[in-house]
């Protein structure tokens, strides 16, 4: 029988009840509670912040936006090779600043130069402006490392949770038929890969474990603001080539967008490419940032990482 891991259920119940008597009073959605609420989650629930032995905001350019980027060296005397990081937020929330304790903890897990990208976000910027900075910042990346005189290797990967996910997969699929950007390998953890909300994941989950279905289409409604055709740009529905980066994806049971992770897996793999992915059976969307109350777990996703980047 499917259960949410007791770690995390009496959190949830309480979670619940919350939103249920704020929308009894009214609450309406809207980009600074989405912004706020992630940002105090996080903040709230990893406590454990490591230091890393160097950290800089920069800048990269790229033809529309000079894209700000936070860098984390966790050995400067030492050239290590690059991780660039896109962060969560339903392409609405999250940024540098929330996401820092996640950077600092793969940088010094995997010992990567860990590139976090503050790309520009929903409804303000609506699509393609995130994904624009996202694909800047790979193409343009090395000057700024240069001008830095950053002791690093021309080795990059990228990774990205939920919305940041969706980034990776569509970067890396642009990617395949750019020769100027090559990227070795793709991490995501519980990853948006269909903005046609079309799954059984999304139906099962759709209510009950934080991230909700009503949610998401809200999220989508404000970064699609042009009449896009939605699958047409889903990540799970593009072309699928050998030259796509060997992948690692993390799926969670109790996520609306678990069946995406997985789709995409099977298709990528059908491909030839090697593909690994690592399911939790008791998780719920957004659990690395309440790491607080799965403490192991989250471990095992910075591990899981490490390994596979270093491989």
Known sequence: MRQVSPKLQPWLDNFNQQVAVLIENGFKPTATNAR?????LTRALITDIPDVAWIQDDLVMSEQYAVPVRIYHPAPDQALPVLVYYHGGGHMGGCVTVYDPICR???????HIVVSVDYRLAP?????AGVNDAY???????????????NYRRDLSIAGDSAGGALVATISGQAQYDDDVVIR???MIYPNLDYTMNSGSMELNATGYLLQKGKIAWYFDSYFQHGEDRLEISPLYGRFTLKLPETL??????CPLRDEGISYCEKVSAEGVKVERVHFDDMIHTFLNMEDLVKEECEQVYQQIARFLNE
């Open 36 to 40: 706020e609420g992630l940002a105090n």
């Open 249 to 254: 994806l993390f799926t969670a049971e109790f």
């Open 124 to 128: 303000e910027c609506p699509y393609p």
């Open 185 to 187: 390998k793709q991490v």
């Open 136 to 150: 800047g910042v790979v193409k343009n990346l090395w000057a700024t490392l240069d001008e830095r005189a950053l």
């Open 105 to 111: 903890k793969l940088a010094n897990t995997t010992g």
